[in-house]
């Protein structure tokens, strides 16, 4: 048990995330969620239930985003580079495909224009 709160403290002066930091994290909002789940039984507050919602949600947030930290480390670096070089060719195929688009709408609409302004 000593050697967890070790790790733990030496796992707050490392960059990323450890095994012992993601338990204390969900160890901690267990707690936070039995705390307020107990006032809200004792109290039944509405306040309480919107902190619980909050709290849950924040959870939910904070393990997806170590879950997507895991995956970006098990990839390397050049497979990185790659996905993000992919991201950008298609963003710029995307946009040359908008500009050809409102071009040909516009040219499209200029004769329709010119005739209905014309009265007689």
């Known amino acids: 048990m000593g050697n967890f709160f070790e790790e733990l ?45 909050i709290s849950t949600l924040l959870w939910i947030t904070v393990t997806w985003f170590v879950n997507e930290l895991h995956y970006a480390k098990l990839r390397d670096n050049e497979e990185l580079a790659k996905t993000q070089g992919e991201k950008a060719d298609d963003q710029q195929q995307a946009s040359k495909k908008s500009t050809l688009k409102d071009t040909a709408t516009t040219s499209a609409t200029k004769p329709v224009a010119a005739t209905r302004s014309r009265k007689v």
């Open 9 to 53: 403290w030496n796992s707050i002066f490392t960059p990323g995330t450890s095994p012992q930091l993601i338990v204390a994290t969900h160890v901690s909002f267990v707690l936070l969620s039995c705390c307020l789940g107990w006032l809200i039984y004792c109290t039944r507050n509405l306040h309480f239930v919107a902190l619980l919602t």
